[in-house]
């Protein structure tokens, strides 16, 4: 806009001589365009020549004073080129693409953006994806590329994205029916190895942790499979399925526990833990959130950790096949209001191995 009216501003300038005096103007304008254009030459001795935004707008303002016939002898260049010239400065007073309306999707708030790099800051192992799960119990839905771009844009790395196995072992249908179970040990700080059972409601994503023994027997499961019915019955849950290894502490006992219940006991094939991809994941999970960051003292101090942690999975951690919403809870979390006003409060989970958010009532 203000090139145009410069360049307009000049022209007329240049148009009062020919007013005056038509002949000598004329003579006049083609002297400056060869005096113009030496200079031009000059500057580039050592390369081609080439007009700056200046020349060219110097060129066309001259234009008006040379007669259109006499224009291939007066400029170095064309006609065309210089009417190409003169059309580009006229058009830029016309251009209004400044003030067009954004299109597309509005851009995150100053305020989302500066919590997305908190939870990203305070909880390093934390992915764009988990990030939005805990954005989403918030009552802040995001897509999961939205928070990947504002991590980008802040020069912060993603947590190294983990290849899991595929969660389409059974019929979408079934997994309201099914369980799964496995062994997993603990490593104490003295040395000491602990062992534990982990049972994983499909449909649900709700987990079991058993407490931890020094000698796992086969009689010592059939307990806990006892305790872990009875829970599911005083909860009016039936269980179609149960899936598990071969495991030798896998008894008869322990199978007719559930087939009591009209379970039937599934066996996945040797050396296959994708068979059971979603338990030997949620293990995973209690290793990489829990376990790799508390030192466990003994069995006592083991049994806490993963009853606090079972806790935490079950009651707060957000699940992409539940629509990011905790195994106990059905429903989503209403959209927050009035953000700047709101304090967001954590709560420590296991001395702040892991972190909850909640706003403030």
């Known amino acids: 806009m203000i090139v145009s009216l410069v360049y307009r501003a000049v022209r007329g300038l240049l148009a009062l001589p020919e007013l005056l005096l038509r002949q000598e103007a004329s003579v006049e304008a083609e002297v400056l365009v060869l005096r113009h254009e030496n200079a031009v030459l000059r ?71 500066k919590l997305v790099l908190r939870l990203a800051d305070e909880n390093p192992r934390w992915g764009h994806r988990r990030i939005q799960g805990e954005m989403a119990r918030l009552g802040h839905p995001m897509a999961s590329g939205t928070v990947w771009n504002i991590l980008h844009a802040a020069g912060i790395d993603p947590a190294p994205r983990r ?50 023994t020094a000698h796992p027997t086969g009689q010592w499961a059939v307990q806990q499979a006892r305790e872990f019915t009875t829970a599911l019955t005083d909860h009016g849950k039936h269980i179609r399925f149960l ?5 030798t502490k896998y008894t008869a006992s322990f199978d007719a526990v559930f087939t009591a219940e009209d379970t039937e006991v ?65 429903q ?8 700047h006003n709101r304090r967001l409060l954590r709560t420590r989970v296991l001395g702040g191995a892991i972190n909850e958010y909640r706003y403030a009532a």
């Open 163 to 212: 290849h899991g196995p595929s969660w389409t072992e059974f019929l979408t249908t079934q997994a309201e029916g099914i369980v799964a179970a496995d062994f997993f040990h603990i490593d104490t700080a003295l040395g000491q190895r602990l062992y534990a059972m982990a049972f994983l409601e499909h449909g649900t994503r709700r987990l079991h942790l058993t407490p931890v």
């Open 43 to 113: 500057r580039q001795l050592t390369s081609p020549v080439r007009y700056e935004p200046a020349d060219r707008f110097w060129f066309s303002a001259l234009s008006s004073l040379i007669p259109r016939q006499r224009w291939a002898r007066a400029f170095p260049v064309t006609p065309g080129t210089l009417l190409a010239w003169h059309r580009k400065l006229i058009a830029r007073k016309w251009d209004y693409s400044a003030r067009r309306t954004r299109i597309g999707r509005p851009p995150s708030s100053a305020a989302l953006k």
């Open 332 to 339: 989503q979390t209403p959209p927050a209001t009035n953000i």
């Open 266 to 330: 599934l066996l996945s094939v040797p050396r296959a833990p994708k068979m059971n991809a979603h338990c030997e994941r949620v293990i995973g999970t209690v290793r990489r959130e829990a376990l790799d960051h508390v030192l466990v003292m003994n069995a006592s101090h083991a049994t806490k950790v993963l009853t606090e942690f079972a806790d935490h999975y079950n009651r707060h951690r957000p699940h992409r096949s539940r629509r990011q919403l905790p195994p106990d809870t059905s």
């Open 243 to 247: 899936l598990r290894d071969r495991d």
